[in-house]
């Protein structure tokens, strides 16, 4: 049985169109399902959660990145099948498992092509893509062995899916495109200085170290000291923090082009 | 790897990057190739190679199977397979290796091992060939 998560701005009259496409492919298929709207009253987590009491399925979020990584959280350790058709174009998530937009992903669903991930885990709660944070006075201690002390990078970026560069979208080809591998053990640690727009000019983003780490720990230099670390470009949590793999795993409909 | 024409990343095939606005202290072990741009400081192993750029400065003792240096090392060098030594390249420790490249320029302020056998078992090796060979010029002479 599928079921069909909105994501909340579809309901904009610009997207009707779109909706009215990918519901016409869907049906095509033969893989309609039960259609839930979000809003700002009803949430992703607790819609699934709904959805999840009721059977084991395959659930399916229309929508943007944001969306898809609250749904990744909540059907985290269910059973269920997690499926994604983006609608926003310069959707990084779409170009790591390898879907095309709007109406052509719903081939891919109805492909049911499934990758095994693993989340990432920040204290005491879970992460599906990216954390990030600004090093300055920081230290970043690996697995108990080793400090990595930052002094010249802007941006740390820890990867458990996500591409290997700051910003969403880049203008480097597809091929010279890389993402992480979030079936090891592993998070990768990007560190550097994100990319910045002027009116005339662009300044490209530059790429200082990488490292793979299983288990780090995140602490600023002095005490009264105040790191915030945005997690999943969606909350906030405040260092000192224990980031690591976490146990859960969930399974995502992918396409054949995917970066993963 | 951050240029590599392949989109996944395996840690056993990637390749670990010190860059140099970061400085790393401690035991760093990591399970593929490293390149060092920046500052380590404690000690450096991995199976795999390690290229240590014209910018690196690594204050460690430095275990892996192939190595390229083109920057500074105060430490030891124990290396499996190959050590490369660019003309920019300063080493102030001992080396261990099977076989080593030097650039002219290159700096290197430590003993020597490469081959991968050390004197006494040279010696050992050549006192046998010398008795193997006196054995057989007495059965020569005995014939």
Known sequence: MYFYIYDSFLTEKKYSKIVSRIET????????????????????????????????????????????????????????????????????????????????ACDVISARRME??????????????????????????????????????????????????FGSWSDEPDIRRLASNPKDDYLEVLMGSPGKNYLLFKKKEKKDSLFFVKNLKIRAKKDDQEILIKVDQIKIVKAPAMIGVAKEKIKIIVGRDRLI | MLGKDSSKVRPEEAETIIGTGVRVEGTFSAVGNVIVKGQLIGS????????????????????????????????????????ELASTARVFGDINCRVLAIEEGAILNGRCRVGGEGLENYKEKKGKNEEEEDDDSDEDNEN
């Open chain 1, 116 to 165: 095994q991930v693993s989340l990432g885990k920040i204290n005491d709660q879970c992460f599906f893509s990216s954390i990030e944070f600004n090093p300055h006075k920081t230290i970043l201690t690996v697995d108990n062995k080793y400090q990595i002390i930052p002094r010249r990078t802007k941006i740390v970026k820890i990867i458990n899916l996500d591409l290997l560069q």
């Open chain 1, 25 to 104: 492919r869907l049906a095509s298929l033969d893989i309609s399902g039960k259609k839930y709207q979000l809003s700002i009253l009803k949430s992703v987590e607790e819609t699934i959660k709904g959805i999840l009491n009721k059977e084991s399925s395959t659930i399916v979020v229309v929508g943007g990145d944001k969306t898809f990584c609250q749904a990744a959280l909540s059907i985290a350790g269910s059973g269920g099948v997690l499926g994604f058709i983006p609608v926003q174009e310069n959707s990084s998530l779409a170009n790591i498992l390898g879907l095309p937009v709007n109406e052509y």
């Open chain 2, 44 to 83: 450096l192993e991995t199976e795999s190679d390690v290229a240590v750029r014209e910018s690196g400065a690594i204050e460690a003792n430095l275990k892996a199977k192939n190595s390229s240096i083109a920057g500074e090392i105060k430490g030891n060098l124990d290396v499996a397979e190959k050590i």
